[in-house]
């Protein structure tokens, strides 16, 4: 199969509208499909925000920047993905509205299309099984800001084909993405790893009763981190990272993957970490 020229992303939300950003700054036309044409707009505008942001700081020239904007399309309609080689979906981490998207897109698109699903925690495999070509279907899990951090894990589903897989392998490395290749299994690769760790290092604050700022300078000092555990959990969001560790911890079963109580309850509090001011930092 041949170069893609065309791309679809469904759900323009954190991930769709930075996922959108890197294609359109690549020079892909893109068509970016929302649940309405408001939300749509505003990604749109938060796109185009970004952009400007790197034309002030002498990233990007004012044509280059205003040439990206104009090539990404705004749908609420899915029959628009018709003539796209590759669709990726960043909507809800939910498994059923997935699966009717892929069973949708299954529908619409042309045979040779690859779909793929940003999905963080759920089964690749089970989305596929939604579709008559589970050959074709790949998982591209970008990690947020899509913009700014440099991995996509593309994911191969129990059934996918080599060719759709190499495909958004090669599109992750056209739209400037460092992409590993791996299986599907619960967490992928990086979060299979850091999610388990990173509640390790919670667990180690109560048991060695030692304090957060103590632990981060441990952590960067003693193992070379860039980045401190809790300074790390706060920036990801102490909800986000409960979330994410419950839903490891439903598919493994391993205690390592149950988030801390001591995490729950900061979550419960509304201590979310850099988003809501204070987390185990105020800010
Ligand atoms: N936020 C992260 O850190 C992160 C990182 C990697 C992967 N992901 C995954 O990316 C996906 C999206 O996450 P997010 O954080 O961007 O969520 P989000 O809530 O910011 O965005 C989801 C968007 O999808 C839209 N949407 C819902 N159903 C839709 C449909 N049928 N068609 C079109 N749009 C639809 C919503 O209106 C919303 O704007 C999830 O699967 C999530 O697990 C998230």
């Known amino acids: 199969m041949g170069e893609i020229q065309k791309v679809g992303v469904v759900g323009l939300g954190a991930m769709g509208a930075g996922i959108a950003q890197l ?23 938060r796109i185009g925000h970004f952009l ?12 280059a920047r205003d040439e990206a904007v104009g090539r990404l399309t705004l749908t609420t309609e899915l029959e ?28 619409i698109c ?3 299309a690859v779909l793929a699903t940003n999905t963080s925690a759920l089964s690749v495999t089970e989305i596929a099984a939604a579709t008559t070509r589970p050959e074709r279907i790949v998982g591209m899990h970008f990690f947020n800001p899509a ?9 191969r589903a129990e059934l996918t084909a080599d060719e759709p897989f190499e495909t958004a392998y090669a599109f992750g490395e056209r739209i400037g993405k460092t992409p590993i290749r791996c299986h599907d299994t619960p967490g992928f690769v990086v979060n299979r ?21 103590d632990l ?29 560790s419950e839903a490891l911890y439903e598919k493994t079963r391993e205690p390592r993957m149950a988030p801390p109580p001591r995490l729950v309850a900061m979550r419960n509090a509304g201590l979310l970490g850099r988003k809501s001011g204070r987390g185990f930092y105020s800010y």
């Open 80 to 107: 628009d993905f018709a003539g796209c080689g590759l669709v990726i979906e960043a909507i809800v981490e939910e498994l059923e509205p997935k699966r009717e998207l892929f069973a949708e897109l299954d529908r």
């Open 52 to 63: 400007t942001r790197k034309v002030e700081k002498g990233q990007l020239d004012q044509s």
């Open 147 to 155: 913009p700014l951090m440099p991995l996509v894990e593309i994911v």
């Open 193 to 213: 790893v850091l999610i388990p760790l990173l509640n390790d290092c919670i667990r180690v604050l109560d048991e060695a009763r030692v304090t957060p700022e």
């Open 110 to 112: 042309g045979p040779e």
């Open 216 to 244: 981060d300078t441990g952590l960067k000092n003693g193992a070379g981190w860039p980045m401190g555990p809790c300074a790390l959990v706060d920036l990801v969001g102490i909800d986000v990272h409960v979330h994410a």
């Open 23 to 45: 294609c359109v700054e690549a020079g892909v036309d893109t068509v970016g499909r929302e649940v309405t044409a408001e939300l749509g707009e505003k990604a749109r505008d």
